[in-house]
Each structure stands twice: as C-alpha cells, then as structure tokens.
C-alpha cells in the first residue's frame, strides 16, 4: 500500500487546511485509516482516524475542529482542519491500520504516508 498525502501549507491562527491522503490498491475500502501529527521535538501524536464501517475517533486536543471523512470509489481520506491554532503546527502522516493494537496507537498502523507540513501562525 501506498499513501500520498497533499494539503499542508501556511495559515494563519483561526484559519482552515484540508489534507488528502490517497491510497493505492483495490483495497481501500477494507482499511481504516488514521491521521497523527508530530511536532518538531515531539513524539507522534494520534489526530483522528475512521474505521472502515465510518465510525470516527479523534483526540480531544482537536475534537469539534477537525473532520476525517473518506472516499471509498476515490481511495482517500480527508482531513478538514477548522479554527487552527498553532499549536496543531507539525508534520501530519496518513497511515493505514493493519496491526490488532489500539486504533489510536501508532503501532497499529504499519503503512504510512510521507507527511504533509502544516504551519499556523499566530
């Protein structure tokens, strides 16, 4: 499996982003998916993630301000980013779960994306 994530950029504090993370294979519609960050100096962090039946998790540092949502006929999966703060400042990785672990522990993903730098200034 292979993800290309898309999406970063600069924005100011209060500002929006959407990230697109496509995935190949045939297959996407059986994985779930999962978003984390991780900041300069930091460990990586779970954001969100989305199940392959669409039910969701986020963390609570970014609940009611980010939005994951898929698209099963375009192999991808989304993240709209609302009301930004600086602190969500980091590189954000797409992956696909494949291990038993926790839907929110990096350990149970095993195929990741190259990240996609996200910037709020403030």
């Known amino acids: 499996v292979q993800l290309q994530a898309s999406g970063g950029g600069l924005v100011q504090a209060g500002g929006f982003l959407r990230l697109s993370c496509a995935a190949s294979g045939r297959t996407f519609s059986s994985y779930h998916m999962g978003w984390f960050r991780q900041a300069p100096g930091k460990e990586r962090e779970f954001v969100t993630a989305i199940t392959l039946n669409g039910n969701t998790y986020y963390a609570d540092s970014v609940k009611g301000r980010f939005t994951i949502s898929r698209d099963n006929a375009k192999s991808t999966v989304y993240l709209q980013m609302n009301s930004l703060k600086p602190e969500d400042t980091a590189v954000y990785y797409c992956?696909?779960?494949?291990?038993?672990?926790?839907?929110?522990?990096?350990?149970?993903?095993?195929?990741w994306g190259q990240g996609t730098q996200v910037t709020v200034s403030s």
């Open positions: 992956a696909v779960k494949y291990y038993s672990d926790s839907i929110k522990a990096p350990n149970a993903y095993k195929y």
